[in-house]
């Protein structure tokens, strides 16, 4: 029960993108085609779901029984590059086609600050491992949902006649709002 | 020099470096933060339990009570922390009770994330001083009208699923602590 | 191109956040008032003054094949010290900017100009960069917040501007942000336009 909550507070009352403005910068950058999209989506997810079970380890086995805290974020970020170079050096390896899908969008993960966010909110919360898993699954679902609902959007917007000065970056920001606005209509799914 | 060589080189030379700054960065911040921390929960404590001079820290089957004492040394009520989720986040309370776990005696919010005009009502004087002598017994309830009962207390107009949750988490923490004590 | 340049182009030219569209996560995210803006931005400064120092003066030291995991350890310790400071010096400011101090280690900005530029140039230049582009940063963070805050409570860093003013909710939620990015990159884009006419 407590994980199915975890994993809908971190995909939708929470998600990442449209309430902790986490992964904005490919939010704008890779939404503007469907298939992009879904593609750098599940890129994340599946970062993301390693990310967490990684740094909780890394967390909980290193640096809290070494009493060396204050190497977190070190620690954390390069375990997040690390692993993002294994995972592309892997999927080349094993499947050729996955990488031909997923390869391109790999390198900008790690500075996708949704990641760090990630492992910095499983420190915060006190997720237990398993929890932690979910929630890192959850919030990578989260992102992909976003992403795709904007790319939807914007394809659409290729027709429409949009001001100039809000061509670009000012129109997507203001259907992201819309976006939230219409998100906050899922809050209070958990407290009740 | 051979390259790979300097590369682990570079990489060794600034973990050392960074390693070093950090250290001393912990030993400069880590009193401070402390300070600051044991300030919060002070500051918090006699918020809840205005009649206490003085407060102790108490750990009993797993729950951390602060037991505030009077200038006689009397107990005077228990404060403790209670937490869950409302309705866009986490809601984080201190509260505290009277001796017998009959009424309490306050509520503040440390912290909490919900909508602003609406749901974060809950951290204002109206909403607050609710809490103050109202009554557990048999627990805590709302209602949507004007409170009558001396267990009840108006839920805020446009944020029902707040209100729900403070009673909730109170509620939860209460029969804790009765459990524990 | 001369040193006062190289500061200005930060602030308008090559505005970070109007024009380069980076570091859009702590823009939004910790906006809701003025002060909240400027400590972000200060701290950001900080980080990208330090680094951009250390990347620029020991760039020859620094082999190519592990210059960006260098770079990073450095940006993550910077960031930690500024982490660590604002904890122990402003609490309160320290628990409202909650998770987005330690995400400047991955705001583009900072990566972005020790890779594009500190490398590459002397330790005077990198400087004046990173000071120009803190201070653009901070323009659009103050910017911002003092717009949200300002319909939002009608307020300005704490201080009344519009008495009784009726609260909008919506500007110190989410959407509120990303709505007032977005009408700030028009006016910047329709100012801009003015300025080159």
């Known amino acids: 029960m407590n994980l199915i909550l975890i994993f809908i507070a971190a995909a939708i009352t929470n998600n990442f993108v449209l309430t902790y403005f986490l992964g904005i910068c490919p939010f704008i950058g890779v939404s503007n085609k469907l298939e992009s999209a879904f593609g750098m989506g599940m890129a994340t997810t599946f970062v993301m779901t390693l990310a967490a079970t990684v740094t909780w380890l890394i967390n909980n086995y290193l640096l809290i029984p070494f009493k060396i805290e204050f190497l977190e974020y070190v620690a954390f970020i390069l375990t997040i590059a690390s692993l993002v170079q294994l995972v592309e050096m892997f999927i080349r390896k094993v499947s050729p086609e996955l990488y031909r899908a997923l390869g391109i969008y790999l390198p900008l993960i790690t500075t996708n600050c949704a990641i760090l966010g990630l492992t910095l909110f499983v420190v915060m919360r006190k997720y237990e491992l398993i929890e932690a898993i979910v929630f890192g699954f959850g919030a990578g679902v989260g992102f992909t949902l976003a992403l795709v609902l904007m790319a939807g959007i914007r394809e659409e917007l290729e027709f429409a006649d949009v001001p100039e000065p809000f061509r670009g970056t000012g129109i997507t920001l203001i259907i992201a709002g819309l976006l939230a606005l219409a998100f906050m209509g899922f809050g209070g799914l958990i407290g009740s | ?181 | 191109m001369s040193l006062f340049r190289e500061v200005t182009k930060g602030l308008w030219k090559e505005n970070p956040v109007f024009v380069m569209v980076l570091g859009m996560c702590p823009t939004l995210a910790v906006t809701t008032n003025a002060i909240y803006g400027f400590s972000m931005a200060a701290a950001t400064t900080f980080v990208l003054i330090s680094s951009s120092l250390v990347v620029s003066v020991f760039k020859r030291l620094i082999p190519n094949q592990v210059r960006i995991a260098t770079y990073t350890v450095i940006i993550a310790t910077f960031v930690t010290v500024a982490h660590y400071f604002l904890k122990a010096n402003f609490p309160p400011i320290s628990k409202a900017l909650g998770p987005y101090v330690p995400l400047i280690v991955v705001n583009c900005i900072i990566l972005g100009r020790a890779e594009a530029f500190a490398s590459k140039n002397t330790v005077i230049r990198s400087l004046a960069d990173a000071v120009g582009m803190g201070l653009g940063f901070m323009l659009a963070l103050v910017a911002l917040g003092a717009m949200r805050e300002l319909f939002a409570y009608g307020e300005i860093f704490g201080y009344t501007v519009i008495p009784n003013w009726h609260p909008w909710a919506i500007m110190v939620l989410p959407a509120g942000a990303f709505i007032s990015l977005g009408l700030l990159v028009a006016l910047f884009h329709v100012i801009s336009k003015k300025v080159k006419k």
């Open chain 2, 1 to 181: 020099m051979n390259n790979a060589v300097r590369m682990i080189l570079v990489l060794i030379i600034v973990g050392i470096f960074s390693g070093g700054v950090l250290v001393s960065v912990h030993n400069y911040a880590n009193p401070l933060i402390a300070d600051n921390e044991d300030k919060a929960l002070k500051d918090a404590v006699y918020k809840v339990l205005p009649d206490a001079k003085n407060f102790r820290k108490i750990t009993k089957n797993g729950i951390t009570l602060y037991e505030g004492l009077n200038k006689r040394g009397e107990v005077v009520g228990y404060a403790f922390k209670a937490g869950g989720f409302g309705y866009q986040g986490e809601i984080e309370m201190i509260a505290a009770i009277d001796p017998d776990l009959k009424e309490l005696k306050g509520m503040e919010v440390l912290g909490s994330s919900e909508t602003p005009g609406l749901g974060a009502e809950i951290t204002n004087e109206p909403f607050k001083k609710q809490f103050r002598g109202l009554s557990v017994l048999p627990e805590i309830t709302f209602t949507k009208e004007k409170a009558t009962g001396r267990n009840e207390i108006q839920a805020i107009t446009g944020a029902t699923i707040s209100t729900r949750a403070v009673v909730r988490i109170l509620n939860k923490e209460i029969g804790r602590i009765r459990e524990a004590l």
